[in-house]
């Protein structure tokens, strides 16, 4: 294949800067629109026709569709399409894979070219295959068309080959962003519809525990369903805090418990009286299994704070946390109330706790010197990071919280 007499190295020279400004295009546009315009314009102008375009296999695999193109008149990009068969010079390069190349389409009697291609005087072609990704179908057909009869070089089909290839990888990149966003919409919508069903499921519960209390009146079991409702209350309070923001793989322990701890007082507030509340707590970012267990931890001491801590209705309650030695963690919960009773008779909510504090390996030390004081001591796992500096040397324990 001959060609015409051009400048083979000023347009080889040509074409490589083509290939340069097209793939930078196609790293940074996440417009498949943009691209592939801007693949026709450029391509075009690189090979002095000014008139290419892309056809789109479409989901029958028997039509291709002029997806995007450069120097056409209106009613082609976007509605003229070309029937994928043996008479197809875009069919036949979708079937062999290989560039198909008509330099006189008016004396090429292989292949049936299709009207528009005449009405615009189209004399040459060459068409190139734009595969598919990891043995997905082709994605279509890059032609460059020429007014001019006995036009394209074998430089100018090697050229094209990388052109299209550089157009495949672009339309991968953005058909896997695509899919990736689909997946992480679905993935919202399921963990969205998740918790719905998880609110409606606890409010259902609470309702039927309500209904019992009511019917048990003041009973002892009235008060023990009371107390019931409450921990479920409060289990919805910690979903809530923990899935509000959609996170699924790490949580930030310094807005969840910092917000729990808020909303626990202001939910107890009309019963609680003037409660302070200081939170003094490091951003650690934790998996959400071991967060649920240490949030009903915080719902557990707190509830019975505010419930039996103070007499006149007035104090403070704290909650700290805080780097400990040999990569540990200490979280402290403390009021200045009366402190725990000398007979201690392990209730259910410091069963619950104990319970708590085993499913995330957590020990557990209880103080009652000046009010009460709890506090728990973990490992830090893999990927669990906590934002404050160096730990305390091995030894030495954390100061007492003044009340």
């Known amino acids: 294949m001959q060609g015409t007499n051009r400048d083979s190295l000023g347009e080889l020279l040509e074409q490589q800067q083509t290939l340069a400004r097209f793939g930078e295009l196609a790293l940074k546009s996440n417009d498949l629109d943009e691209?592939?315009?801007?693949?026709?314009?450029?391509?075009?102008?690189?090979?002095?026709?000014?008139?290419?375009?892309i056809l789109e296999l479409q989901k029958d695999r028997k039509t291709l569709l002029v997806r995007a193109g450069?120097?056409?008149?209106?009613?082609?990009?976007?509605?003229?399409?070309?029937?994928?068969?043996?008479?197809?010079?875009?069919?036949h390069a979708i079937s062999t894979g290989e560039p198909v190349v008509s330099n006189e389409i008016g004396r090429d009697d292989r292949f049936d070219h299709p009207e528009f291609l005449k009405r615009a005087g189209v004399r040459a072609a060459v068409n190139t295959i734009i595969i598919g990704d990891d043995g997905q179908p082709p994605y279509g057909v890059l032609e460059v068309d020429s007014r001019t009869p006995d036009r394209f070089t074998e430089d100018d089909i090697h050229f094209l080959r990388t052109y299209a290839n550089l157009v495949a990888s672009a339309v991968a990149r953005l058909r896997m962003i695509g899919e990736l966003r689909r997946e992480a919409e679905e993935k919202a919508h399921l963990l969205e519809e998740l918790q719905h069903r998880v609110r409606n499921n606890l409010q259902a519960m609470i309702s039927l525990v309500r209904l019992q209390q009511r019917?048990?009146?003041?009973?002892?079991?009235?008060?023990?369903?009371?107390t019931i409702a409450q921990r479920i209350e409060a289990l919805g309070l910690v979903h809530q805090k923990l899935y509000a923001s959609g996170e699924v793989?790490?949580?930030?322990?310094?807005?969840?418990?910092?917000?729990?701890?808020?909303?626990l007082v202001q939910f107890?507030?009309?019963?609680?009286?003037?409660?302070?509340?200081?939170?003094?707590?490091e951003d650690m970012q934790i998996e959400p299994r071991r967060a649920?267990?240490?949030?009903?931890?915080?719902?557990?001491?707190?509830?019975?704070?505010?419930?039996?801590?103070?007499?006149?209705?007035?104090?403070t309650i704290g909650i700290r946390l805080k780097a400990g030695p040999s990569g540990t963690?200490?979280?402290t919960l403390w009021d200045d109330g009366k402190g725990l009773p000398q007979q201690r008779d392990g209730g259910l909510g410091m069963q619950l706790i104990e319970g708590f504090a085993q499913q995330i390996g957590a020990a557990v030390e209880w103080d009652s010197n000046h009010g009460t004081q709890l506090t728990l001591t973990l490992?830090?796992?893999?990927?669990?990071?906590?934002?404050?500096?160096?730990?305390?040397?091995?030894?030495?324990?954390?100061?007492?919280?003044?009340?």
Do not use: M
């Open 379 to 403: 490992q830090r796992e893999q990927g669990e990071a906590l934002s404050v500096g160096d730990a305390p040397p091995a030894g030495k324990a954390d100061d007492r919280i003044p009340g």
């Open 35 to 53: 691209i592939l315009t801007e693949a026709c314009r450029l391509v075009g102008s690189a090979l002095h026709t000014n008139l290419a375009k």
């Open 268 to 281: 107890r507030a009309p019963e609680a009286g003037n409660i302070g509340l200081v939170v003094d707590v």
């Open 215 to 226: 019917r048990a009146g003041g009973s002892e079991a009235a008060a023990e369903l009371a």
């Open 329 to 331: 963690v200490r979280l």
């Open 70 to 91: 450069f120097g056409w008149g209106p009613g082609i990009v976007g509605k003229a399409t070309i029937a994928v068969g043996p008479t197809s010079s875009a069919g």
């Open 249 to 263: 793989a790490q949580l930030s322990l310094d807005a969840y418990l910092g917000e729990l701890s808020a909303s």
């Open 292 to 315: 649920l267990p240490l949030g009903l931890i915080v719902n557990e001491f707190i509830v019975n704070s505010l419930k039996h801590a103070f007499d006149h209705g007035n104090g």
